[in-house]
């Protein structure tokens, strides 16, 4: 019985270890949604105006550009 725990104890650690060292290669960190919906647009005399697409002002009718 103890022998078998032991060897079933032994592959489990054996796979993780194999697991955990087998990608090397770091992965691409792929953009969320909260990080694709982050670009704002704002009108530069207006600044209460604002969008997450570019347009027109509908206040003035200038274009809207990027917030920072």
Do not use: W
């Not at 104890?9 to 919906?37: D, H, I, R, W, Y």
């Not at 105006?49 to 206040?59: A, E, H, L, Q, R």
């Amino acid at each position: 019985m103890k022998k078998g725990l032991l060897t079933i104890g032994f592959v489990l650690l054996a796979v993780l270890m194999f697991n955990a060292c087998g990608n090397s290669s770091p992965k691409e960190k792929q953009p969320t949604t909260k990080e694709v919906a982050k670009v704002e647009y704002t009108c530069p005399m207006h600044p209460e105006v604002v969008s997450d697409k570019p347009g027109d002002c509908p206040k003035c009718g200038m274009a809207l550009v990027e917030k920072k």
